[in-house]
Each structure stands twice: as structure tokens, then as C-alpha cells.
């Protein structure tokens, strides 16, 4: 505990004299989409060719982030995400459907760089920002619902261990609160044993900042 207090107080030090004296810190929840890239195609279910369709459904993720900077600024974060899918099976011959849904729980440290539009040693209450950055996460508890025979039971040690997605976006600061909306494009595979399917995911977050 000692040793992980003295290098988050390293990392605080080192961000703060890299960047400036200026930081904030902010505080946010939202939601997501996510999107996976299986490919859509067809199951067999008790002998029946079904098609199949791989869609997201909407989640939620809240967490907190420290901003160093002033035009251009770093932004290290902790979050905790709910993310959610469906997988559609549809009869050929019937038309009937049945659909397997799965809540996904993982927590996530985003690494963000922007860049402030307005600079905000002259303008501090309002804020435009573009910014990118990497995401890495990982899967801590997984739920799944299913109602077919086309896909096992599915539990956290499916996922990889670490899920890296690059982070893009845009974002707006006015007075304590702001607003970001971004897309994380899925760059390792999600599950292990060869599936190389990718996570991507649009979001969008409100918060509130404290600046100092």
C-alpha cells in the first residue's frame, strides 16, 4: 500500500511540473454503447439454421479524472463500466426469435492528451476540447441471460485479461460542468481462445470539475 501511494504521488508530481501548475478535477457518469465486430451470420439451434444479429444495447460507466494543463493538458482517469449486448437468433423457418442478452461489468484506466480550443488562461468558465487517448480495461464479473442453446455460459475468465481500445472525442467545459462525447475503437480481442473479435463503443458523459 505504502509502495502504491508513493508512485501515485510520483506520477502526481511529475504530471503537475510536466504541465504546468493548473489542474482540475473531475468527477462524471454517462452512457455507452457497445458494439462488438463478431460477424453477423447463422446458428443451428435443435437443428434449425437461425440467423444471427449482434447488436449493443444502451449501458452506463461514472468515474473520476485529474486534467493537467492549461492549452494542452493530460488527463488520467478511473472508471467503472456496464456495458451490454444482445445476440439475436432468428428462426428461417418460423420467424421466431431468441435472444441471448449479456451485461458485462469491468473497470478501466483511460489515458487522455488534448487540446483546449479557448485558452484558458484568458477564458476559464467556458471551453471547447478535442482529445485522444488509449483505454485499457479489464473484465471483472460478467451476466448472461440465455434463453437459446446457441451460445455456452459465458463468465469473466472468456475475456481477456487486459482490453485495449484507442479514445477519441470532443468535449465541452462551461463553468463547474462539462460534457464529452467520444468512440473507442477496440484494438486487442476481447475474448481469449482465438475469437478475435473487437470491442468498439460510442459514449457520452456529463460531470462536474473543480479547477485549481
Do not use: C, W
Not at 52 to 78: C, D, E, I, M
Not at 105 to 124: Q, Y
Request: hydrophobic fraction near 40%.
Amino acid at each position: 500500500m505504502k509502495k502504491f501511494n508513493l508512485i501515485f504521488l510520483s506520477t502526481f508530481f511529475v504530471f503537475s511540473f510536466g504541465f504546468g501548475q493548473h489542474f482540475d478535477v473531475r468527477a462524471f457518469g454517462g452512457t455507452n454503447v457497445l458494439q462488438l465486430t463478431s460477424d453477423n451470420g447463422v446458428s443451428l439451434i435443435d437443428g434449425v439454421v437461425h440467423n444471427k444479429k449482434v447488436s449493443g444495447r444502451v449501458g452506463t460507466q461514472f468515474g473520476a479524472a485529474l486534467t493537467f494543463g492549461t492549452r494542452f493538458y493530460v488527463q488520467p482517469g478511473f472508471q467503472y463500466n456496464v456495458l451490454s449486448t444482445q445476440v439475436v437468433h432468428e428462426n428461417t423457418e418460423t420467424g421466431n426469435e431468441l435472444v441471448d442478452e449479456t451485461t458485462i461489468h469491468a473497470i478501466s484506466v483511460p489515458l487522455k492528451v488534448g487540446f483546449r480550443l479557448i485558452d484558458p488562461e484568458t477564458e476559464n468558465l467556458l471551453n471547447v476540447r478535442v482529445f485522444g487517448g488509449l483505454d485499457g480495461s479489464h473484465i471483472t464479473s460478467v451476466e448472461h441471460s440465455k434463453k437459446s442453446n446457441a451460445i455456452d455460459d459465458i463468465d469473466a475468465s472468456d475475456f481477456s485479461n487486459l482490453i485495449l481500445s484507442a479514445d477519441f472525442g470532443i468535449g465541452i467545459d462551461l463553468f463547474i460542468f462539462y460534457a464529452d462525447l467520444g468512440y473507442q475503437l477496440g484494438l486487442s480481442p476481447v475474448f481469449t481462445g482465438g475469437d478475435n473479435a473487437k470491442a468498439n463503443a460510442f459514449y457520452a458523459n456529463l460531470g462536474i470539475r473543480l479547477s485549481f
